[in-house]
């Protein structure tokens, strides 16, 4: 099994930036794709970004391509979601998955929260 611990959340100013953290233990040679996912009230869970371990393909969502970036640290066993150009709208739950091959989101970490406000 994998888990995930998010952190990095927090309030920020419209226009600014944050970084969140994803933190993967156990079978972590097993992941094939991790993933940012984020809820805000009212709205649907949206899948934010994935990358791809093995070929580190990346996909964004429309909403957040140009502003944000999901990378890796593969020594730390840590995956990044760089948020730049933070919007009121950014505001959420964010919360880590991973996929093992053919598998679906299945490792969800606790969320944290990233609040976008002035």
């Known amino acids: 099994q994998v888990k995930l611990v998010e952190s990095g959340g927090g309030l920020v100013r419209p226009g600014g930036s944050l970084r969140l953290s994803c933190a993967a233990s156990?079978?972590?040679?097993?992941?094939?794709?991790m993933g940012w996912f984020r809820q805000a009230p009212g709205k649907e869970r949206e899948l934010v970004a994935t990358l791809r371990t093995g070929d580190s393909s990346i996909n964004y969502a429309d909403s957040v391509k140009g502003r944000f970036t999901i990378s890796r640290d593969n020594a730390k066993n840590t995956v990044y979601l760089q948020m730049n150009s933070l919007k009121p709208e950014d505001t959420a739950v964010y919360y880590c998955?991973?996929?093992?091959?053919?598998?679906?989101?299945?490792?969800w970490g606790q969320g944290t929260q990233v609040t976008v406000s002035s």
């Open positions: 998955n991973a996929k093992l091959l053919l598998g679906a989101w299945t490792y």
């Open positions: 156990g079978s972590i040679f097993s992941i094939d794709v």
